[in-house]
């Protein structure tokens, strides 16, 4: 039962409600059990005329006479009594299944939560190579399938299994021999279950899969609906989908073709053990070896003994579907993240960002490098610029700042630290982030910059606005900063949504700033807004700036130049140029010039004591 183990933890948690709610399903299956007797009463001492037997003779007498009940009265308590039974079965009914639906809830909320957070934890590595819409139905379907499980599937479980076991109990007391068919119907409809249910549970399994797969195909292709319509392939990504839909159909029509042959069978073999007892019960009336009364007892009871056994049989679609599930969301609990807190980490303290690599290598896979042998020193408040052809290494690189990843040789340093040395959260806090694609989420634009800073107030959040130029625009809107953005900020244009991103990097107020190509895909009039926005924010911070127009990193204090994973150069601007190497090669290329041509600019004042960089230069 993986269901239950995953849950387990969580079960024994609410060990006072499980507690009261199975005293509560205790008490409903006695007042199952106790159904039959009045009505046996009724046709063997109200209309059979038979005297009721010692001990429930003394019970039931006539306070008027003291003598036996008349049958008229004797029949009014019985119909009573039915209905009391029926009324405290009920309450009991009630409270049990409130009971265990309030688990399980409680316990659908804490797995999802654990779930949720372990998912945020795992690397960077791990999401790259993960379909979101798959980690969505993990999330959401396959919990789901638990809940149902823990407040519905166990309850019945464990009232029918309680059911069985009484009525085997009263009629082994009452006659053995009508129970000894009675255990003998029922393991054969067990066995017919059990030959079921490993195909139904592989099926299941199969259904749960497929349902993933077209959770993630939807989530991707609603996300790209303006590439899809663009380039007119909706009738393509229809047909797409409808495969995929017809997989996971498939797969839930295997499931309902077991469940279809599974019903009748048990059914089949239930009603076979009716007859015998039914037909053998008659036999004995007649013979006089047992009133009609018994018959209807054992009869009664024989069918209160097969629909639970059916009802368990049937179950075993539950568990198989619940198992699948909880198979599905234990893989996602197993996987632990590659980037963790090391054993003795601590809190990082202010840092002043002077930033090292030293003799860093790096990949993916093992056999795969994307870095080699990356090493520079930067000091605070430099602004170090990264260029090279796609696939070069540039974002990996500085995405082992924040710890997206670790190297597999060599270490990163921040004022003289090994990064690992910290907690990944105090390291993370140090750390801004703007991306070329700004992320933002469905909320108010205020909520979106104060995402910067835990605790972020409203004046920070205004300073970080105008800083960020975020006022100029937001001004205009009707709700101003309570605008509520669309799904990834889509209601503004790029220009807004990436000063938007930089009014979140201000309220930061981190030491190191991270830039991944942030003007990227902008106009003309939003790129001068946003370096305006930039050139606030990097003013005291030592910042790394990913950039393929080198016109936007010339005054940079450091410019280095990836290749195939490797710095083949380092210096300004000019030094670059002078070199005539791979960099004076990419200028050329976007600006159509020789490198003699070039406009000549003034050298940008080094900032003191900034070290060179251990790549050297060629010609030194």
Known sequence: MKALRLCWQYLRRYQGLALLALIAMVMQTAMDLAVPWPLKIIFDNVLGARALPGSLGAVLIDPTTGGPLTRQALLNVMVAIMLVIALIDAIFTYIGGLLTASIGQRV???????????????????????????????????????????????????????????????????????????????????????????????????????EGQVSATVQERIGAIQVVQAFAHEEQEAKQFAQQSRKSLNAGLAVSRLQSELSPLVDLVGVIGLATVTWLGAQEVISGRITLGYLLLFTTYLRSIL???????????????????????????DIQPDVRDMPGARHAPRLRGAVSFEHVY???????????????????????????????????????????????????????????????????DQVSLVLQEPVLFNATIRDNIAYGREGASDVDVLRAARAANVEEFVSRLPNGYGTVLGERGGTLSGGQRQRIAIARAIVRDAPILLLDEPTSGLDAQSEVTVMEALQRLMQGRTTFVIAHRLSTIERADLILVMQ???????????????????????????FKDSVESAPQRAEPTRRQGVDAPLIRRPGQ
């Open 108 to 210: 659908l909320y804490e797995l999802r939560v654990q779930v949720f957070d372990h998912i945020q934890n795992l690397s960077i590595s791990f999401h790259k190579n993960s379909r979101v819409g798959d980690l969505s139905a993990r999330l959401t379907s396959d919990i789901q399938a638990i809940q149902d499980l823990v407040s519905s599937g166990l309850n019945t479980l464990i009232t029918n299994s309680l059911t069985v076991v009484g009525v085997l109990v009263i009629v082994v007391a009452v006659d053995w021999r009508f129970a000894v068919l009675m255990i003998g119907a029922t393991p054969l409809m067990f066995f017919v279950a059990g030959s079921y249910r490993k195909r139904i549970r592989k099926a299941s399994r199969e259904q749960r899969t497929m």
């Open 307 to 333: 629909s639970p056994v059916r009802q368990l049989a049937k179950l075993s679609n539950q568990f198989s579907k619940a198992d699948a599930s909880a198979e599905r969301v234990q893989e996602i609990l």
């Open 362 to 428: 790096f990949g993916y896979a093992k056999d795969t490098l994307v870095l080699r042998d990356i090493s520079v020193r930067v000091q605070p408040g430099m602004a170090v610029a990264l260029v090279g052809q796609t696939g070069s290494g540039k974002s990996t690189m500085i995405g082992l700042i924040p710890r997206f990843h670790d190297p597999l040789e060599g270490q990163v340093l921040i004022d003289g630290i090994d990064i690992r040395r910290f907690t990944l959260r105090s390291l993370r």
């Open 564 to 590: 195939n994973g490797k710095i083949r150069e380092g210096g300004t601007h000019r030094e670059l140029l002078r070199a005539g190497g791979l960099y004076a090669h990419l200028h050329s290329l976007q």
